[in-house]
Structures are given as structure tokens and as C-alpha cells.
């Protein structure tokens, strides 16, 4: 499965935004989904995953009680609403899918392997 994800941009601290990861040459029925960001000269870092039933999500810490990953399978999407957004959460976000992601790995980039090309979201303060 082809991804693609698109919605960043620039807004200012406080705002929302909502990213979305489409899928092309299947769907997201069977994946795993997540979310990663990427500042440069750090590693990428998990920031909500989906199971494949979609009522089991987890969240990186600095980002619970703002962000909600959400996925409709049936349209090939999943999404990121981004709220309180701060200039923190400044970075490239990434969507990755995968069918064999075990729960102790879903915070690891290394168990995904469909990824989507990017989206600059850039937050002022």
C-alpha cells in the first residue's frame, strides 16, 4: 500500500490542524497505522498508533489530551487532529502503515514499513 499524507502548514501556538494519510493500492483493513514527526538531526519519533480495530490507540506522552489519531478504512484515510498545537510540535509528520506491527513495537518506526512522503507542519509562537 502507497501512502500519502498531506493538511500541514503553518498556524500559530494554540491552533489546530488536521492531518491526513491517504492510502492508494489497498487499505488501511489489517494495518496497524501511525503517526511519526521528525525535527532535523533527531530521530523520528512515534506520536499515536491505531490498531487495526481502531478502538485501541496510543499516544506519545507530549502529545495526549491534543492529538486523536483516527482511520475509515472503508475510504482508505486516517487522520491527525492536532490541537493546542505549540512551536514544539514543529516538524516534518509522517504516516506509516504496516500489518505486522505487535503492540510492545508500535512506538517504533523500524516495525512500519509503508510510509507516507511528509508534511512540514510548522507551529509560531
Known amino acids: 500500500v502507497q501512502l500519502q499524507a498531506f493538511g500541514g502548514g503553518l498556524v500559530q501556538a494554540g491552533g489546530s490542524l488536521r492531518l491526513s494519510c491517504t492510502a492508494s493500492?489497498?487499505?488501511?483493513?489489517?494495518?496497524?497505522v501511525g503517526w511519526f514527526r521528525q525535527i532535523p538531526g533527531k530521530e523520528r519519533e512515534f506520536i499515536a498508533g491505531?490498531?487495526?480495530?481502531?478502538?485501541?490507540?496510543y499516544y506519545a506522552d507530549s502529545v495526549k489530551g491534543r492529538f486523536t489519531i483516527s482511520r475509515d478504512n472503508a475510504k482508505t484515510t486516517a487522520y491527525l487532529q492536532m490541537n493546542s498545537l505549540n512551536p514544539e510540535d514543529t516538524a516534518v509528520y509522517y504516516c506509516?502503515?504496516?500489518?505486522?506491527?505487535?503492540?510492545?513495537?508500535?512506538?517504533?518506526?523500524?516495525?512500519?514499513?509503508?510510509w507516507g512522503q511528509g508534511t512540514q507542519v510548522t507551529v509560531s509562537s
Open positions: 506509516a502503515a504496516d500489518r505486522h506491527v505487535i503492540l510492545s513495537n508500535i512506538r517504533s518506526p523500524r516495525a512500519y514499513h509503508n
Open positions: 493500492g489497498g487499505t488501511f483493513a489489517g494495518y496497524t
Open positions: 491505531a490498531r487495526v480495530n481502531a478502538g485501541s490507540t
